[in-house]
Each structure stands twice: as C-alpha cells, then as structure tokens.
C-alpha cells in the first residue's frame, strides 16, 4: 500500500528532500504527503514549494507551550491522512501528544551514533570528545530525548583535518542514505 508521510523540519531541508527523491525515484512507494515548518520561510519550506509538496507553517513562538504545538501537528497530519512523520531536522522536543498519537510512527534523523552524543550538537560533542568516529542514526521517537528504538545507523570516520562543517557534510550524505531505509523499516512495523 501507497505510503503517505509527513515530514517536519526547521532549517535547509535536505533530508526532507531526500525523502522526497525516494519516493518520486522508486526507493519508497507513496509520497511525501505534508511538510511542517516552524520557520518561515526556511530552506525546507523553499523546497517544498519548488518540488510541489504542500506545507504548513506551524510557529513554535505563537503558541503558548509544546503541547500545544503537538497538538496543531498532530491535527494537520490527521487531516493530511499521514501514516508516518519524520523529524528531518525538526530542531524542538516534541511531547507525548505527538509520539502518543504515532506510536512507533514517528521517526528522528539525529548526527551521531546513538546512544553517543545525544541533543543538541552531537557534532561538536563527538568533535571535543576526539573520537574517530561519528555518524548518524534514525530512531523511533520516545518521550526521552534521543533514546527511542534504533532503525538505522551509518558510521563516517573523522579525519585529522575535520571541523565542524566538513564533519557534518560528511555525516549527512549518510543521513540522506539512511533516512529512506528507516521509513521503509517503520512503515513494515
């Protein structure tokens, strides 16, 4: 059966573009059906526009908590008929509103190899730590941060001469690679 997804991001965009690739290139059957933006006029919402997704704006700063928030997301995704959401860059902690109304639905690309470098900066975190590995990892949402099931991880060396951008370009190449396989994996259950 056709998938159809929803997608929330707050910055550039590209895993929701990958997504997107996967789905209109044969990786995935269905389609991107919703994308949630809670920054206007960010590079998600750019491409969405050129790739003829439709899209909402849901700001985090007009509404007076998370839960509320949640709860408008959980509404547009309802309405939007979505099977399952993804977190491609969705830069806020959700609530149990959200995860409880995706049970096992709600998947979250993050740029370390979980349990490793968990919130924010994992990429700093895993750089001032000198490992000589990083990566990224597309799990199950729960209501701790970063800790829910793990779907897919992909490891990318760090080099001598890394920083914090060239670290990240690295990383997420794999995350653009990883995201589609743990949709498919969600979507089989």
Do not use: K, Y
């Not at 550039?12 to 809670?38: I, P, T, Y």
């Amino acid at each position: 059966m056709p998938l159809r997804l929803g997608v929330m991001a707050s910055g550039a965009g590209s895993n929701f573009e990958a997504l997107v690739d996967s789905f209109r290139h044969g990786s995935l059957c269905g389609e991107v059906a919703l994308l949630v933006v809670n920054n206007r006029d960010c590079g998600a919402q750019r491409r969405a526009e050129r790739l003829g997704i439709d899209w909402e704006l849901h700001d985090h700063r007009l509404q007076p908590n998370r839960e509320q928030l949640d709860q408008a997301l959980v509404q547009a995704f309802r309405t939007a008929s979505v099977d399952l959401v993804v977190m491609a860059g969705w830069m806020r902690v959700v609530t149990p509103i959200l995860i409880g109304a995706f049970p096992n639905r709600l998947i979250n690309i993050h740029p370390s190899l979980l349990p490793s470098f968990r919130g924010l900066d994992a990429v700093g975190q895993a750089l001032a730590a000198g490992v000589t590995l990083a990566g990224c990892t597309a799990h199950l949402v729960s209501e701790e941060v970063d800790a829910g099931r793990i779907l897919v991880q992909a490891a990318v060396p760090v080099l001598s001469g890394d920083d914090h951008a060239s670290l990240s370009r690295r990383i997420q190449v794999q995350e653009h690679r990883i995201l589609p396989l743990a949709v498919a994996l969600a979507a089989q259950g």
